[in-house]
């Protein structure tokens, strides 16, 4: 897990922007190893939804991980949140957006089969 650190520059007037790339370390168990996952900011945690893992499945899983000013890289800890409800489904590459009131917006998106080419792909949107 990595964070980019942003500041502004230092010099009187400047809008210029700092960047810094800086690895966290984390603790405990931690979302599997995936690409095309969305993930958002709500008070003070990162959550993350979906994605592919390594041999091409679709996830609709949901982590979140405490990213409050302060706290230690050695004790930051993912956890698994459990929804209620029925979730989208298992998905790649969808859009997602955070808005007002505490809602995450999940749309499109696709489940990627990995199979014989006679086979067509299956892409579903919500």
Known sequence: TSELVLSRAEEPGSAAIQARWRRI???GQRPSPRQG???V???ARFIVFGGRQEGGT???DMWALDISPGAADS???W???DCEGQAPSPRVWCSAAH???G???IIGGSEWQFGDMETPNDYQTL
């Open 103 to 105: 809602k995450w917006f």
């Open 41 to 43: 900011v709500f008070e």
């Open 75 to 77: 004790s930051r800890m």
């Open 79 to 81: 956890h698994q949140v």
């Open 25 to 27: 370390a984390t603790v």
């Open 37 to 39: 996952v969305r993930g």
């Open 58 to 60: 679709c996830l609709n």
């Open 99 to 101: 808005a007002a009131y």
